[in-house]
């Protein structure tokens, strides 16, 4: 499975973006959907997950209120929309695929990912 993810870009403190990421084949309507995030010089880190079916959903606790996760069912697309960002969001962001179907912050559960997708923010 390959993913391409798509959306990011340079934007102010207080702006939004949405991400989308796609994967190459619709064999993954039955896993779980997570983003994860990479800042400079700090490890990869849990953003939001998504079960199979879009009925749960879990965020991290400095996105919450803030960031949505939602899935295309009629494909095979995750997406992220990110409000009111902060210079803190800043990072390269990754879509990728949970060998589960229910939602899991633990980044070992995730077996396939994209090659990730650059947020600026200013402040």
């Known amino acids: 499975v390959q993913l391409q993810a798509s959306g990011g870009g340079l934007v102010q403190a207080g702006d939004s973006l949405r991400l989308s990421c796609t994967a190459s084949?619709?064999?993954?309507?039955?896993?779980?959907l997570g983003w994860f995030r990479q800042a400079p010089g700090k490890e990869r880190e849990f953003v939001a997950s998504i079960s199979w079916r879009g009925g749960g959903t879990v965020y991290a606790d400095p996105v919450k209120g803030r960031f949505t996760i939602s899935r295309d069912y009629a494909g095979n697309t995750v997406y992220l929309q990110m409000n009111s960002l902060k210079p803190e969001d800043t990072a390269v962001y990754y879509c990728?695929?949970?060998?589960?179907?229910?939602?899991?912050?633990?980044?070992?559960?995730?077996?396939?990912w994209g090659q990730g997708t650059l947020v600026t923010v200013s402040s």
């Open positions: 990728a695929v949970s060998r589960s179907s229910t939602i899991t912050s633990r980044l070992e559960y995730y077996i396939y």
């Open positions: 084949r619709r064999t993954i309507t039955n896993n779980a």
